[in-house]
């Protein structure tokens, strides 16, 4: 699903992530770990077209992030750290907006947004105004613009940040029955628990560079994660 060789990102003499391969499956949730200021959020976005790579290429599902930038993106929803929101947009004209700028017709439009909706409990919401929404409903909202147009790739950075455990609950779900279609969930965390409990293989950035990647038994060994994540990031116990 995500084929990324070389990839790197540098700001003048700063390199944010080092040279970078990397290959995500079809079908799993792969987590991306490490601490504030790793590159974490760097490669997220270059994986996800946002940002330019200094140098290295990105293929997703096939095709190539560079050269075919419409048709890889088409395949993909990307959610970051800080999603914006129209505030002033009911639900509804929220999604049909997202819709609109993927080229849905409308017909399909029309039936998918009533699919995501009721999928994130917010069908009966559909119509208020997304200023009147909780924390936690705007997250599942902007999650259901994401799956709007059904990708294959489902980028998140930090999906969990401020939700109750019922919400957080809902998302492991939903990424689960998203993986479980055979389509693929690539997301950022620094919660530990999250990664081992959802995560069919990890992969621990440390100063822009992969320290650690395998199945969750595979980077652990003996040990919890919370131990290796705190050798490798020389955090204090």
Same mark, same amino acid.
């Given at each position: ?12 003499? +700063? ?16 987590? +991306? ?63 049909? +907006? ?140």
């Amino acid at each position: 699903m995500i084929q990324a060789r070389g990839v790197e990102k540098r700001y003048a003499a +700063f390199r944010a992530v080092h040279p970078m391969d990397l290959d995500v499956r079809d079908g799993e949730v792969f987590g +991306f770990l490490g601490l504030n200021g790793a590159g974490k959020t760097t490669t997220l976005r270059m994986l996800a077209g946002v940002l330019p790579p200094t140098a290295g290429t990105i293929v997703i599902d096939g095709k190539d992030l560079q050269k075919d930038p419409v048709e890889a993106r088409r395949v993909l929803g990307f959610i970051p750290d800080r999603p914006y929101l129209y505030d002033k947009l009911t639900a509804r004209e929220y999604l049909n +907006f997202i819709g609109e700028i993927y080229g849905m017709q409308r017909g399909h439009l029309a039936e998918r947004l009533v699919a995501v909706l009721e999928m994130h409990a917010l069908l009966p919401q559909a119509d208020a105004l997304v200023e009147s929404f909780s924390h936690g409903m705007k997250q599942r909202l902007v999650l259901a613009g994401a799956l709007l147009h059904e990708p294959r790739l489902l980028i998140v950075d930090e999906p969990m940040v401020g939700l109750d455990p019922s919400g957080a609950k809902q998302i492991k779900r939903t990424f689960r029955e998203f993986v479980e279609a055979g389509r693929t969930v690539f997301m950022s965390t620094h919660t530990l628990t999250v990664a081992a409990e959802i995560c069919d293989r990890i992969a621990i950035i440390h100063a822009g560079r992969i320290a650690a990647i395998g199945t969750p038994a595979e980077v652990c060994g003996q040990r919890s994660l919370e131990d290796v994540f705190m050798t490798i990031t020389g955090s204090p116990a």
